[in-house]
């Protein structure tokens, strides 16, 4: 009984750390085009991720043309593509094995930063079962758990990349707010000024003229 466990914490352990190993964070600052890859073993794995513009010089308004992304399979077909966003989540079944791209395109002079996470996910089959005699039902049940954790966490990296994000348009805010008062305050104060230079001419014209 032992045996048989300490197999099946030996099998969690190495399906763990594949994970780990399958599982990409990064982060990429877009001037033009920047592209990510990653090597799929497994035709039908899920490829899923999430990316965030988290940082920028300027305030995103209405017209900013955001952020492209395309993903390229190895065949060089578009598998996923995303137009004018600021962050989004994306998920699909690899078509084929081998080498994808993932690009980013920015079509705003201002560079840009992006958080960017990526997980390839692989559940065995039930042809995987029949190939392999070291597989049974128990590391199928573990590779599951395993996915359902790593959503876990990629909804938690997602949501914490839109809180930064979030945290630097509200700073990019405050500073552009106070910028306007102080701008304001020195204006009104310029104004003042001249309005009393303006009435002192006044009052020495006119006392001038009696003089006269």
């Not at 560079?111 to 990526?118: D, G, K």
């Given at each position: ?55 920028h ?12 992304f ?105 500073k ?37």
């Amino acid at each position: 009984m032992e045996k048989i466990w300490g197999k099946t914490w030996a099998l969690m352990a190495l399906l763990l750390l594949n994970s780990l190993c399958n599982v990409s964070s990064l982060s990429v600052t877009v001037t033009d085009v920047e592209c990510v890859y990653e090597y799929v073993i497994y035709e039908g794995d899920t490829i899923s991720g999430n990316f965030v513009a988290v940082d920028h010089d300027i305030f995103w308004g209405a017209d900013h043309p955001g952020i492209d992304f395309t993903v390229t399979s190895p065949g060089g077909n578009t598998v996923h593509s995303l137009k004018g966003t600021s962050g989004d989540k994306f998920e699909f079944k690899a078509p084929r094995n081998g080498m994808y791209k993932f690009c980013f395109h920015n079509p705003h002079s201002t560079p840009e930063t992006v958080s960017f996470y990526i997980h390839i996910g692989h559940i065995p089959t039930e042809h995987d079962l029949a190939k392999d005699e070291h597989l049974n039902p128990i590391s199928v049940k573990i590779a599951e758990l395993r996915e359902a954790l790593e959503s876990v966490t990629a909804e938690q990296k997602y949501l914490k990349a839109r809180d930064t994000r979030h945290r630097h348009t509200n700073e990019s805010t405050r500073k552009r707010v106070i910028g306007y008062a102080v701008g304001e305050y020195i204006l009104l104060t310029l104004v003042s000024a001249l309005q009393v230079i303006y009435i002192r001419h006044l009052f020495s014209k006119s006392v001038a003229y009696n003089r006269v």
